[in-house]
């Protein structure tokens, strides 16, 4: 039997016996190689699920949208945002049931250590391909000259028309109000001259510090090619590295910037000790 | 008006002659899609041009603008400054008629009747537009007329590898003086004429009745569920317009595209929202381009450049958005079940 096969009887039986409202999922997009978020409320709609190359988009999001009792069918990442949005006390792990399968990608998200769900209630396993990531891009990256570096930061942030499809299709992004919408006083600038864009890259990339998982959704979703993953990946390993935590493994670890310690480290603070 | 044909040469030297006194913009690759640039002087856009990534609005209704700027001075009356009025001439060329009419929508807004903006009839009336029709449509296109004339000077179709360029207002047949083309034969216009009567049907986005009987209906709520209001759709579309002003810390009045998908764009200072979620904002926008525009200038706003279908992060499709609402009962129909 197939995954997808398994997936559609799973919801089939949860929405028949009431368990949940709704299936999200996914199903077949309009333009190609692209799903779309898929939600199912009777049960004769599983037929139009897919799982499949393309089911990229992270659903997590979505369960902090909706109010009923609701099923998720979840690959490595979305579960990992899972864990995280339970964590910070966004989302009762009761209220919902995770299919969780192995990612289909085939293509995307090369440096992903962990294609198979970290939690679920259900587990679907295909055949995944576990990468090794080794952060040796940051490791080349950082031995450019800083000239190199910096335009590259400032190429890709010119780039932005400061639409945030990335802040709102990222799972740690769920404040009601961001920092960009307030407005008394204002935090940021409404140009996109790239020093206002600046802040809001820099400033979001600070924000999910720790609690980003990774999931590339905001590169993905970006109409203009905007990737800063890189910000993202040096503050994943840098998080790595100090406190020995990776973003949402499981529902114990506390996240490592939520919490506090005296002996955390702190030579990235103003003023804190020396790095060796 | 007149109609002439050119060789590719012909063009460029033509195109090489309006950069003499005008700035030409033209579609130019970058790393990741065709945006209006200043134009090389060599070359005319390849054929995978389909269309620029961002709509030409950018070139009239800037991202955003410094409206005004003041200092207070104690004891004074505060310093203001405005910009100037643009004077610089220019040529949009490779436009595709799509976005050329999407100008004539937006002027509606900018050079309305209870309401001219300085600066934008300014770049309207110093730009001439130069469009060139598409030779298929893409695969997100669903523009009603692959050839329409709607907001272009001069429009160019390319038929058996030379271009037949139709002159369509004065400002057009100005720009044309004194060059030593041919007059289009009967020929050519008689096969650019049948290209324009063999064009594929497309979607008919007229859902305006519809629309009329539907504001409460739940279908809003199943048609917005993935949505997750950003701006692509909006800030990409040609004919959107929806705008903010906001002072910042200097002294600067600036006007920035807003979008009525973001939660904040219709929020008050008490802290209210009458759009409270995505429900209505996905409503909003697709009554404003289908049954508010309509009614208010007698044409649909939306161009079908295609651009928030290639775009939307989520894959909602607002041409299935259209055959939705098409096929759902109306509030009467629905009361009766
Ligand atoms: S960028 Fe920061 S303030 Fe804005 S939604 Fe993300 S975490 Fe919240
Ligand atoms: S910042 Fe990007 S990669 Fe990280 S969780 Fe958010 S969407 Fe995913
Ligand atoms: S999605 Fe891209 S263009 Fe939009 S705000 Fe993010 S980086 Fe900028
Ligand atoms: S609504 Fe979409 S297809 Fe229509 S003009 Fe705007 S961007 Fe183009
Ligand atoms: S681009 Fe898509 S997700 Fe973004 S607001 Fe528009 S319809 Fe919603």
């Known amino acids: 039997m197939s995954v997808l096969n398994d997936i559609k009887l799973k919801a089939k039986e949860l929405l028949e016996k009431g368990d949940v409202d709704v299936v999200i999922g996914y199903a077949k997009g309009t333009l190609n190689g692209k799903c779309t978020p898929y939600f199912v409320r009777n049960a004769n709609d599983v037929e139009n699920l897919v799982w499949e190359n393309g089911c990229d988009i992270n659903l997590a999001n979505y369960l902090l949208k909706i109010s009923d009792k609701a099923a998720v069918i979840a690959k490595g990442c979305d579960t990992r945002s899972i864990v995280n949005l339970v964590k910070e006390n966004q989302l009762d792990r009761e209220r919902v049931v995770i299919i969780g399968a192995s990612c289909p990608s085939t293509e995307s998200c090369q440096k992903c250590n962990h294609p198979d769900p970290v939690i679920a209630d259900v587990f679907l396993q295909g055949e995944t391909k576990v990468n090794n990531d080794d952060f040796s891009d940051l490791e080349s990256f950082s031995k450019l000259p800083s000239e190199e570096r910096r335009n590259y930061i400032y190429k890709e942030v010119s780039k932005c028309i400061r639409c945030y499809a990335c802040r709102n299709v990222c799972p740690a992004c769920y404040c009601k109000e961001c920092f960009v919408e307030e407005n008394l006083p204002a935090w940021i600038g409404k140009t996109t001259n790239t020093s206002d864009n600046m802040i809001f890259h820099l400033t979001r990339a600070i924000h999910v510090a720790g609690r980003c998982v990774g999931c590339g959704e905001c590169v993905r979703a970006c109409p203009m090619g905007v990737d800063l993953s890189i910000l993202n990946r040096k503050i994943m390993k840098d998080v790595k590295e100090l406190f020995n935590v990776e973003s949402g493994l499981d529902l114990d670890t506390k996240l490592p910037l939520n919490d506090y310690k005296e002996d955390d480290p702190q030579y990235f603070l103003i003023g804190g000790e020396k790095c060796e | ?337």
Request: contains cysteine; neutral net charge; hydrophobic residues 35%.
């Open chain 2, 1 to 337: 008006m007149s109609k002439y044909i050119m060789f590719g040469e012909e063009l460029l030297q033509w195109l090489q002659n309006l950069a003499k006194e005008s700035k030409v913009l033209a579609p130019v690759k970058e790393e990741y899609g065709y945006t209006f640039a200043e134009w090389d002087k060599k070359s005319l856009p390849g054929d995978d041009y389909r269309n620029t990534l961002k709509p030409p609005k950018d070139l009239f209704f800037p991202q955003h603008e410094t409206l005004l700027k003041y200092e207070k001075i104690k004891g004074e009356n505060p310093l203001v400054e405005v910009p100037d009025i643009p004077e610089d001439k220019r040529v949009i060329f490779g436009i595709r008629p799509c976005d050329a009419s999407s100008l004539v929508l937006l002027d509606n807004i900018f050079m309305g009747e209870d309401y001219v903006d300085p600066y934008y009839e300014a770049r309207r009336s110093n730009t001439l537009i130069v469009s060139l029709v598409c030779r298929t449509r893409g695969k997100s296109c669903f523009c009603e007329d692959l050839f329409s004339t709607k907001g272009s000077d001069i429009l160019i179709i390319k038929v058996d590898g030379n271009y037949l360029v139709e002159i369509l207002t004065y400002r057009g047949e100005a720009a044309f003086k004194g060059i030593g083309s041919k007059e289009a034969d009967e020929k050519i216009v008689k096969k650019a004429d049948k290209l324009k009567r063999t064009q594929e049907e497309v979607l008919d986005k007229d859902i305006f009745e519809k629309l009329r009987t539907i504001y409460d209906n739940p279908i809003w709520k199943q048609l917005q569920e993935k949505c997750v209001n950003c701006g692509v759709c909006t800030f990409l579309c040609p004919t959107c317009h929806c705008f903010d002003i906001t002072d910042d810390k200097r002294g600067k009045k600036v006007r920035s595209w807003d979008s009525c998908m973001f939660a904040s764009f219709t929020k008050q200072a008490s802290g209210h929202n009458p759009r409270p979620t995505g429900t209505e904002r996905l409503r909003q926008r697709i009554m404003h381009k289908f049954y508010y525009f309509p009614e208010k200038y007698h044409d649909i706003a939306c161009v079908g450049c295609g651009r928030c279908v290639e775009k939307c992060p989520v894959n909602l499709d607002i041409r299935q958005v259209i055959e939705k609402i098409r096929g759902c009962l109306d509030e009467k129909s629905l009361s009766a079940i």
